[in-house]
């Protein structure tokens, strides 16, 4: 297995148009997790989901995005109508649900989104 | 809710000199403690944890332990090297059930030869 995968890496797109990123887990995982990155900041937490349930939002998920996990394995992270300040990089993490909360998680490279 | 502070980079180090990165946090409950690392160009990856007071996680020559009375998970290692460059962030994940991992703001890491 060769870790967390985000598609794409890179990503341009005009203000007010919809984008969507996806995430691949590290196949055995459950858990899986969507944060947000701005430059010089620490990753904000976004969402997770255990299985195909989402059980957490963060303030932060506005209406316009929206995330999906169908089938319990890859995830989609949606946002529509695009804003400037919609622009940094999207992580995605992963990891097993046993453990408890000291469980480590996973970081895929990124989805940087630029909003022009 | 829960925070987390770092000391803010650049630290800029001599090669073999002595690392301290401070990391202060707030949390409810018993919090995990992480410390992640990005080396240029590449995701996240884990360093060291510790789940519970008085553990001492450490990694690659990296050690940190978790002070319940201070608050406090600094990292530190005995002697970097160039290869060390990297940004360092403190994380928690809270004693409440939360999964999310809770970031500080990071901090660079530059280490001269």
């Known amino acids: 297995d060769t870790g967390v995968s985000q598609n794409p890496r890179h990503k341009i797109t005009k203000r007010g148009q919809n984008v969507t990123f996806r995430c691949d887990p590290i196949s055995e995982h459950n858990r899986l997790y969507w944060y947000r990155q701005t430059l010089g900041q620490g990753p904000e937490f976004l969402t997770y989901f255990q299985n195909e349930a989402q059980l957490e939002k963060s303030r932060l998920l506005s209406d316009r995005f929206s995330a999906e996990r169908p089938k319990g394995s890859f995830s989609t992270l949606e946002i529509q109508r695009t804003e400037q300040g919609d622009s940094a990089m999207y992580l995605c993490?992963?990891?097993?649900?046993?453990?408890?909360?000291?469980?480590?998680?996973?970081f895929g490279p990124g989805t940087r989104l630029t909003v022009l | 809710g829960d925070s987390v502070t770092q000391m803010e980079g650049p630290v800029t180090l001599s090669e073999e000199a002595f690392l301290t990165i401070n990391c202060t946090y707030t949390a409810t409950g018993y919090p995990s403690l992480f410390w992640y690392v990005q080396y240029p160009g590449e995701g996240l990856q884990l360093l060291l944890k510790?789940?519970?007071?008085?553990d001492k996680g450490s990694n690659k020559g990296f050690e940190a332990t978790y002070r319940k009375e201070t608050t406090s998970f600094h990292l530190e290692k005995g002697s970097v090297q160039v290869s060390d460059s990297a940004v360092y962030f403190c994380a928690l994940s809270s004693g409440t059930g939360r999964r999310a991992l809770t970031f500080g703001s990071g901090t660079r890491l530059q280490v001269q030869p």
């Open positions: 993490a992963s990891s097993l649900a046993s453990g408890g909360v000291g469980n480590e998680q996973f």
């Open positions: 510790a789940t519970k007071a008085d």
